[in-house]
């Protein structure tokens, strides 16, 4: 159903059974997939695909041109997955020629009011930003991540899955994966313990998790040394793989 005030483009492609809301605006090269939702005075611009079951809330900016003074009009775009929820007042710009060309969202993702998702973002999947939570460019965020109300992340930050940050925090390096970081500048304040056993981690893998989380951050150690014993726990713990991959690979280094 479309309400007779929205505006739809020509060449916009909606998909089976969406809704959009009044007044709501719909511009071209936009791609929208089954059953989404498009709320009252929401603004969809492309090159935009959004895929389907997604609910966009009203007065979001879905697809925007990315807030970079160095954007001349380069074709960047912007894609969605499935079954993500959008809230008021949300923000997600596309992608610059500078970088990936794309910011990317992945799938069932809970994104609350007024967060901002900033140029060449990616984001993973089953994500919860809360009220207020903005990316700076460039931030690549992975899977089951919660971000707390008001969390702002700089520019080429990573934050590694089941990460966790409370309100107000301020990220400008690398969150592990595991990690709960706190403050401004964010600090480490120890292992996501909660979050992981109710996303099924043994118990086992959780302490496992949580003896490397004190090799890095409690024992003393300098970062090579530290994360050479995080790799040998990891041989009987696969996923304190994951937190040992993401160390070493990081270029910002890790919040400390």
Known sequence: MIDETARVDPSAQLGNDVTVGPYAVIGPDVQIG??????????????????????IFQFASIGAEPQDKKFSGEGTWLEMGDRNTVREFVTINRGTAQDKGVTRIGDDNWIMASVHIAHDCLVGNRIVFANGASLAGHVDVEDDVILGGFTLIHQFCRIGAFSFSSMGSCIKQDVPPYVT???????????????????????????????????VYKAGLR????????????????????????IGESRRGIVR
């Open 34 to 55: 089954d059953r989404c939702e498009i709320g009252p005075h929401t603004t969809v611009y492309g090159p935009t695909r959004l895929g389907a079951d997604n609910r």
């Open 181 to 215: 970081v706190s403050g401004n500048p964010a600090e480490p304040f120890g292992v996501n313990s909660e979050g992981l056993r109710r996303q099924g981690f043994s118990k086992q893998d959780v302490l496992a998790v949580r003896r490397a989380y004190r090799t």
């Open 223 to 246: 970062l090579e040394p530290a994360l050479e014993r995080v790799r040998e726990i990891a041989a009987d713990h696969p996923p304190v793989e994951r937190l040992a991959a993401f």
